[in-house]
């Protein structure tokens, strides 16, 4: 083959495979309005000038025709967690938000298929007037928007979207039933909003659904029989919804692919089969529930099925029975926790079987001790056991735990638990420890020189115990990351030197109790980051020192029974 005949084929094999993108004019000036009717603080789209709006940020055209089919928009500043069914965000998003007002010039981007404007700062509602012209969207993220009204019925005529995600906005009025036309849709987020009303039905014909999340909104009445239709749900949340109730717990079993099921503050109207209805799903990792208006917990369970259950969390209800023998058979758990759910009796001994936990937390007023052993549980980081009536030496607690969980163990929380004896001798053995809660106890003797050597440590809290002697800079030398440090309510006595400088950033001091006086201690004066201080009855005796008013972050402090002045 002649070389010129190679060249001219080898350029249209390019020109076939990567294709000239040149940005559609009537599309490239659609952005512009919208980038002129957004503010920018953070120069997010500094990048939107020029001809070539295909290069620009947040913005994908089609290799075939041009046309824009991505804008994603989304701000990365912003973070969403949740525990417990309480919402938690970082506001440092705010500073990196687009905001203003959707603009309408968007619907001349006709070809969009991904749509991602989620956690800016807009307002309104303007973009129910065009919605409906994205006819070939998939994907449409408005997230934390700050959109108000209503949800567009006219959102139930977008018959190719996959992804719906209207959660943290403003939204009110009821889910309008024309969603259930979205036959394609696998992902459908509508949780903490001011929604009303109903579950539709017709939320039944979303066979493809995979994931739905309702928390944290205002319906009400009955959770629908037609969820049952959803055989393909894999991650169901319904919480914080305290008008929601379910009838009959047996639709759940209809759930054959659920992996994760949320559902705190939904009336279970007593059911004493609820635990039977979830034992039928086999792919079920992940189980939470709270304040469930459950009574009712089998003492067997016949053909125990939660093979794959990895997290069991269980709060806030009322079953007055002890923990019975099978949870014992729940081996795959990595999670456990039972919390307030008015458990009698002794901490069961079958809690030694669960060798895969990573964290036990264990909240009853009516449990009671001995703790049993547990050194089966090598893998566990986090043991947490509150308001139970253990009534043991802390060293004897110790060890009943395998040395190699105390080589890992990150954090240990033994609070209000009746524990007595010192901190000698054991704390060396938890190197790794972050967090370490004692409060509310019967320890007593000196603080050992050891806990400096923690340096892991960011939570300290050895409040309300009967400690006595010296707290020295040697104690605190090597907490380098503690942020939380509590040691109020003890005969302790901090005698730091005028030149000390600590090591650490604190954010929280309770010293409440303690000897400190008769002065405010200098090396307050380096905690640029603390927000709150408790200073009450501390012997000390001196006006409030000038830079002790430049702690910007402080929001509490506490000086009362001291004889301070200024």
């Not at 990150?410 to 007595?420: A, C, R």
């Not at 030149?499 to 200098?522: A, H």
Request: net charge negative; aromatic share 10%.
């Amino acid at each position: 083959m002649q070389p010129f005949l190679l060249k001219i084929l080898l350029f249209i094999l390019v020109i076939q495979v990567f294709p000239a993108r040149c940005c559609v004019e009537h599309e490239r000036e659609a952005l512009l309005k919208f980038k002129a009717s957004v503010n920018d603080s953070s120069n997010r789209l500094v990048s939107w000038t020029g001809d070539e709006c295909c290069n620009w940020a947040g913005v994908t055209c089609s290799n075939q025709t041009g046309h824009i089919i991505i804008l994603d928009l989304r701000n990365s500043y912003f973070y969403k967690s949740f525990r417990y069914g309480m919402m938690f965000t970082d506001y440092e998003w705010n500073n990196h938000s687009l905001s203003g007002k959707i603009s309408p010039s968007l619907q001349h981007i006709s070809e969009l298929e991904y749509l991602d404007l989620s956690y800016n700062n807009f307002s309104g509602n303007n973009f129910a007037n065009f919605i409906d012209s994205f006819t070939n969207l998939n994907y449409l993220n408005l997230s934390a928007t700050g959109l108000t009204g209503i949800i567009p019925p006219q959102l139930g005529y977008l018959s190719k979207l996959q992804h719906l995600d209207l959660s943290l906005t403003d939204l009110s009025g009821i889910i309008p039933p024309q969603l259930g036309n979205l036959s394609r849709l696998q992902c459908l987020d509508l949780s903490w909003t001011k929604l009303s009303g109903i579950i539709p039905t017709q939320i039944g014909n979303l066979f493809r659904l995979q994931h739905l999340a309702l928390s944290g909104t205002s319906l009400s009445g009955i959770i629908p029989p037609q969820l049952g239709n959803l055989s393909k749900l894999q991650y169901l949340e319904l919480s914080n919804i305290p008008n929601i109730y379910i009838s009959n717990v047996w639709l759940l079993s209809h759930l054959t692919s659920l992996t994760c099921l949320i559902m705190t503050e939904v009336d279970f109207q007593d059911s004493r089969e609820w635990a039977q209805a979830l034992n039928t799903l086999p792919l079920l990792q992940d189980l939470y529930l709270a304040d469930n208006n459950l009574t009712t917990i089998p003492i067997s369970i016949i053909g125990l099925n939660f093979s794959s259950l990895e997290t069991l969390s269980i709060m806030e209800n009322k079953f007055n029975s002890r923990i019975h023998d099978w949870i014992g058979k729940l081996t795959t758990l990595t999670t456990l926790e039972l919390l307030l759910c008015s458990f009698v009796g002794q901490i069961p001994c079958q809690l030694n079987n669960l060798t895969s936990l990573n964290l036990l937390y264990l909240w009853e007023d009516y449990l009671e001790g001995p703790m049993p052993p547990l050194h089966n549980l090598k893998n566990l980081t986090t043991l947490a056991i509150l308001d139970v009536n253990i009534g043991e030496d802390i060293r004897v607690v110790v060890n009943k735990l395998a040395s190699e969980t105390l080589d890992k163990l990150e954090s240990l929380s033994l609070f209000n638990v009746s524990l007595t004896g010192n901190l000698n001798g054991w704390m060396s053995t938890m190197p790794d420890l972050k967090e370490l809660y004692l409060s509310y106890n019967n320890l007593n003797g000196t603080l050992p020189n050891v806990i400096g050597n923690l340096t892991s440590l960011e939570y300290l809290y050895l409040n309300k115990n009967n400690f006595t002697g010296e707290v020295s800079k040697a104690h605190l030398a090597g907490l380098s990351n503690l942020k939380d440090l509590d040691l109020g309510s003890n005969n302790l006595n901090l005698t730091m030197n005028i030149n000390w400088v600590p090591p650490f950033e604190l954010q929280y001091l309770f010293l409440s109790g303690c000897k400190l006086g008769p002065y405010f201690p200098l090396w307050l004066q380096n905690q640029s980051q603390i927000k709150e201080i408790d200073l009450s009855n501390t012997e000390i005796v001196e006006t409030v020192p000038h830079w002790f008013w430049n702690l910007r972050s402080l929001f509490s402090i506490d000086l009362s029974y001291n004889l301070v002045e200024g």
